[in-house]
């Protein structure tokens, strides 16, 4: 279920969508710090969001005509079931992000000005270091 939601969906909208895509468009992709950490109580859940970070880097590669190949993952610290304690004390600011303290880097992706940053990842951690 967990790759049906995270992966199919992602991969299968993005697929129908690029073709309908203008000049410039941009598809931004959400990721977890649990692409890179994977959190073993979350094996499948960090597995996909590892597998949306590599569809996204390797989508960004690829040659589309027409629209700008430029997908970003976002890679935010998200709360996660089953961590209880250690999730809340994980970051700086020992708390999950809400939606708000997200939007500025999702505005900055769309931006057309932005259309150099394409294929990365952009850390939107609370302070929890992401190399």
């Known amino acids: 279920m967990t790759f049906e939601v995270n992966i199919h969906a992602m991969f ?21 710090v649990n692409s890179d950490m994977p959190n073993p109580i979350l094996l499948a ?13 390797g989508l960004a590669r690829a040659k589309r005509s027409g629209a700008r190949p430029d997908l970003d993952a976002i890679n935010s610290f998200d709360n996660a079931r089953g961590c209880g304690q250690e999730f809340r004390q994980a970051g700086a600011l020992q708390r999950a992000g809400q ?9 900055m992706l769309a931006d057309p000005a932005s259309s150099y940053t394409s294929g990365t990842t ?9 190399i």
Request: glycine share 8%; net charge positive.
């Open 12 to 32: 299968y909208l993005t697929k129908a969508a690029v073709p309908h895509m203008k000049p410039s468009s941009v598809v931004i992709n959400t990721a977890s």
């Open 122 to 130: 952009v850390a939107v951690t609370g302070g929890k270091p992401f």
């Open 99 to 107: 939606p708000a303290e997200l939007a500025t880097a999702y505005v």
């Open 45 to 57: 859940y960090a597995t996909t969001k590892g597998a949306i970070q590599n569809f996204t880097g």
